[in-house]
């Protein structure tokens, strides 16, 4: 599975961005997605999650409330909206699927697939 993450760009506190993750060829429905991010000298953390049906997701505490993760089966994209971004966001965010299982993830050992990275910059 080959996942294209766009969306990032530079955005001032409190503005907003929407990530999205898609797959040239292989459908996503069959995925359990997450995003994840990095910054610099940092390890990779955990953003949100969701299932299959996209009933199910996930958040980190430090987005939960802020950031909106969602899925499109029918056009094979999944989406993080980004709101009131801080500076503490700043990163690079990654999407990754999870085949192996129907249960939301905030581990990334357990996804198989990942997307190149896309940079969020927030300035304050």
């Known amino acids: 599975v080959q996942l294209q993450a766009s969306g990032g760009g530079l955005v001032q506190a409190g503005g907003s961005l929407r990530l999205s993750c898609g797959s040239s060829g292989q459908k996503l429905r069959n995925y359990v997605m997450g995003w994840f991010r990095q910054a610099q000298g940092k390890e990779r953390e955990f953003v949100a999650a969701?299932?299959?049906?996209?009933?199910?997701?996930e958040y980190s505490d430090s987005v939960k409330g802020r950031f909106i993760i969602s899925r499109d089966n029918t056009e094979n994209v999944v989406s993080l909206q980004m709101n009131s971004l801080e500076p503490e966001d700043t990163a690079t965010y990654f999407c990754?699927?999870?085949?192996?299982?129907?249960?939301?993830?905030?581990?990334?050992?357990?996804?198989?697939?990942w997307g190149q990275g896309t940079l969020v910059t927030v300035s304050s």
């Open positions: 969701i299932s299959w049906s996209g009933i199910q997701t």
């Open positions: 990754a699927a999870d085949g192996g299982t129907s249960h939301v993830s905030k581990t990334p050992g357990r996804y198989d697939y």
